[in-house]
């Protein structure tokens, strides 16, 4: 029993990687060529590993292409989740907030998805993916929209509501909060441009410091636009 346990748990192991690289040639392949488009049989030889494996772990094409918007929903919140945890334990109190603690939530969260939007290159890569999704929804979109764009924008909104003073949010918050998140895309899909656009040949602490520092004066002029502050 000794011996065997350790052993199933290095396969087990040696399964799951095999899975995520599977997982992360997919991405690329459907992101670069869609859901028709991308050849299992490309995805396999770009993995390493044969067809048969990508059947086994996947079952088709339809399931690959599926659990590759999973992993990129999983992948998006093992990022952010200390700081979406802070903010939903937040608004989840049903205390009053004070509008500072909300305010500071809402900064908190933004610097992490600039932390997984802009410095973690992986974004980028996931980015063809999503876009295609937005574009010409498939099978991917309702697990897109369910876990990561709508409950991402309402969370943010929802703190710029706390931090005006407001109760829940409106179109008003909706908005802003959709506005604030889509100023990250320049780093996903348009990361070249914006690269060549700032005169950056990386991006790396120091650029993404310049980026948190222009979302926060962001977030800092709406809330102060609309209490009067």
């Known amino acids: 029993m000794a011996q065997t346990e350790p052993a199933s748990r290095g396969a087990y192991a040696k399964s799951a990687e095999t899975r ?18 991308a050849s299992t049989r490309a995805i396999a030889a ?11 772990h996947f079952g088709s094409k339809d399931g690959l292409y ?20 802070a903010a ?14 909300a305010l500071a939530r809402l900064h908190q969260l933004m610097d992490a998805l600039v932390e997984t939007l802009v410095l973690n290159e992986e974004a980028a890569i996931w980015a063809g993916f999503v876009a295609r999704e937005m574009n ?30 407001e109760h829940r949010p409106g179109e008003d918050s909706r908005l802003e909060a959709l506005m604030l998140i889509s100023n990250l895309i320049a780093f996903t899909n348009g990361r070249r ?18 980026v948190r520092r222009s979302i926060a004066r962001q977030i800092d002029a709406l ?7």
């Not at 690289?21 to 488009?37: N, Q, R, S, Y």
């Not at 770009?46 to 086994?56: D, E, S």
């Not at 700032?198 to 602490?205: E, L, R, V």
């Open 20 to 37: 995520r690289t599977i997982l992360d040639a997919a991405i690329v392949a459907f992101g670069e060529h869609g859901l028709e488009g």
């Open 46 to 56: 770009a993995a390493g590993v044969n067809q048969p494996a990508l059947n086994y």
């Open 66 to 85: 599926v659990e590759c918007a999973r992993a990129i929903v999983e992948r998006f919140a093992a990022g952010t989740a200390p700081a979406s945890a």
């Open 88 to 101: 939903i334990a937040l608004l989840a109190d049903g205390a009053p907030i004070e509008p500072v603690e």
């Open 136 to 165: 010409a929804p498939g099978a991917a979109f309702a697990i897109l929209y369910e876990n990561l764009w709508q409950p991402g924008t309402e969370l943010a909104a929802r703190l710029i509501s706390a931090a005006r003073g």
């Open 193 to 210: 441009v914006s690269k060549a656009i700032m005169g950056w040949s990386d991006i790396g602490s120091e650029q993404v410091a310049a």
């Open 223 to 229: 809330v102060a636009a609309k209490t009067g502050e």
